[in-house]
């Protein structure tokens, strides 16, 4: 049952034009939840006013912080990783923002990259940070019929058509963060590049590593505090 008319609040499936497929809420109903970020009423766990994720804390204040600060190793340092002995338990954690990129959307069109000819740039399309806690991560997009429930569902919409159902995986473990492309359709490329990562072949990341997948989603890995 969804709360929303518009869009599923559970896996963002259109439904305008199709009100069997929702249950609207009666005014007898309670009130919403609250962001904690804007405090817009939400219905679901993203906000649609500013994308804030309710399973991660609210953000800080500007009043409370100048400066949101991301790790960022000095050159030549080792990067520390979630189980190393040498990084107390708690201080740092992996997360993944994923965000509209119009200048990966731009090479997809000039390369003419599969599907290129139906990808759209959404008008709108908030940022949201998913906390990496466990160990394997599967981005794609949520199909019930196939059992497929990835930890980082791109099948929210406005959803991006270039990505598969199991498009890829991330794996975190005491040696750190990697990405393996699961042989989707469209490839997965990093920090830029036109070249796609071999199938099915873990590639270890870093800090402020971007990864690009579909038509337009970038995903960029950060290790914070």
């Known amino acids: 049952m969804s709360t929303a008319t518009d869009y599923c609040d559970v896996c963002g499936t259109a439904l305008e034009g199709d009100p069997a ?5 009666s005014a007898a109903a309670p009130e919403p939840a609250r962001c904690p970020a804007c405090d817009a009423p939400i219905a679901g766990r993203f906000c ?3 994308g804030h994720d309710s399973a991660l804390p609210a953000p800080p204040r500007s009043e409370d912080t100048a400066v949101m600060a ?8 080792a990067i520390p990783v979630a189980g190393d002995p040498e990084t107390p338990a708690g201080d740092y954690v992996w997360i993944a923002t994923v965000a509209a990129d119009r200048e990966f959307f731009q090479r997809v069109l000039t390369r003419e990259g599969p599907d290129a000819e139906r990808v759209e740039f959404p008008a ?3 940022e949201r940070r998913i906390l990496l806690h466990g160990s394997d991560f599967l981005i794609g997009k949520r199909s019930a ?5 990835p930890e980082i569902d791109l099948g929210i919409a406005p959803a991006d058509i270039g990505v ?3 498009h890829a995986r991330l794996h975190l473990d005491g040696n750190g963060l990697t990405v393996t492309d699961l042989g ?8 830029g590049s036109d070249d796609l990562i071999p199938a099915r072949v873990p590639i270890p990341l870093h800090p402020g590593d971007r990864i690009h997948v579909g038509g337009w989603t970038t995903i960029t890995v950060t290790f914070e505090p």
Do not use: D, I, K
């Open 21 to 25: 497929a929702a249950t609207v809420v």
């Open 48 to 50: 649609e006013e500013c």
């Open 70 to 77: 991301v790790y960022e190793p000095a050159a030549g340092a």
């Open 124 to 126: 709108y399309y908030p």
């Open 145 to 149: 019929s196939q059992g497929l429930m």
């Open 164 to 166: 598969s159902r199991a």
């Open 184 to 191: 989707s359709t469209n490839g997965t490329s990093l920090n």
